[in-house]
Nanobody, 122 residues
């Protein structure tokens, strides 16, 4: 399966962006999804994840209250709405999927997208 992430860009602090991840796996039952990010010189970290049903979501403390993950399985897409962006949100963002009903912010995913760059700078 291939995951295609998009929506990154250069924005000013306080702005919003919405990332999308399209993948055929999201039409199948039992695939949880997640967004990770990796800033230059740092390890990849889990940002948010969503269960296969969409009923359960998890957020890293650094993005709680600012980011929202959602999924549209009919449209094969998982989204990450990012509001009030900060310079420390600058990173390459990756979407991932796993054949599990439950999600985790650990990188225990079978499938990964190619990444989309988000740069927050004034």
């Amino acid at each position: 399966f291939q995951l295609q992430a998009s929506g990154g860009g250069l924005v000013q602090p306080g702005s919003s962006l919405k990332l999308s991840c399209v993948a055929s796996v999201f039409t199948k039952d039992g695939y949880a999804a997640a967004w990770f990010r990796q800033a230059p010189g740092k390890v990849r970290e889990g940002v948010s994840c969503i269960s296969s049903s969409g009923a359960s979501t998890v957020y890293a403390d650094s993005v709680k209250g600012r980011f929202t993950i959602s999924r549209d399985d009919a449209g094969n897409t998982v989204y990450l709405q990012m509001n009030n962006l900060k310079p420390e949100d600058t990173a390459v963002y990756y979407c991932a999927a796993v054949d599990s009903a439950y999600c985790t912010l650990l990188p225990a995913y079978n499938y990964w997208g190619q990444g989309t760059l988000v740069t927050v700078s004034s």
